[in-house]
C-alpha cells in the first residue's frame, strides 16, 4: 500500500509564494518519478511539474521560472517552491508518484491553492 500526503496549500495574495510538500509512504522502493498537476474549475487537470529519480526536471511553460520542483535527499518526498503567484495559478493540486514495479501512478488527496487579485 502507498499513500501521498500532501502539505501546503493555502490563500496567498498576487505575487506572493507558497511551498507545497508530499511526503510517499508504504511500499515505495520501486518510486520512480514525482511530480505535480493541477486542476482548476472547469478546467482539465495539467501537468505543472515533475521530477525523475535522477533530478531530471519538467515543467509546464506556465511555470517555468517561477515554480521549482525538489525532491528531499531520501527521494520519497517532492517539493513545490511556488514564486510570483498568479490568480491564474488557483488550482487544487495533486502529487503523484510513478512506480516502475507493478508500473502504476499513486496520487494525493489534492490541496487547494488560491491567489487572490
Known amino acids: 500500500q502507498v499513500q501521498l500526503v500532501e502539505s501546503g496549500g493555502g490563500l496567498v495574495q498576487a505575487g506572493g509564494s507558497l511551498r507545497l510538500s508530499c511526503a510517499a509512504s508504504?511500499?515505495?522502493?520501486?518510486?520512480?518519478?514525482m511530480g505535480w498537476y493541477r486542476q482548476a474549475p472547469g478546467k482539465q487537470r495539467e501537468l505543472v511539474a515533475r521530477?525523475?529519480?535522477?533530478?531530471?526536471?519538467n515543467y509546464a511553460p506556465s511555470v517555468k521560472g517561477r515554480f521549482t520542483i525538489s525532491r528531499g535527499n531520501a527521494k520519497s518526498t517532492v517539493y513545490l517552491q511556488m514564486n510570483r503567484l498568479t490568480p491564474e495559478d488557483t488550482a487544487v493540486y495533486y502529487c503523484?508518484?510513478?512506480?516502475?514495479?507493478?508500473?502504476?501512478?499513486?496520487w494525493g488527496q489534492g490541496t487547494q491553492v488560491t491567489v487572490s487579485s
Open positions: 521530477i525523475t529519480s535522477t533530478d531530471s526536471t
Open positions: 503523484y508518484g510513478s512506480f516502475l514495479y507493478p508500473t502504476r501512478n499513486y
Open positions: 508504504g511500499s515505495i522502493s520501486s518510486l520512480n518519478a
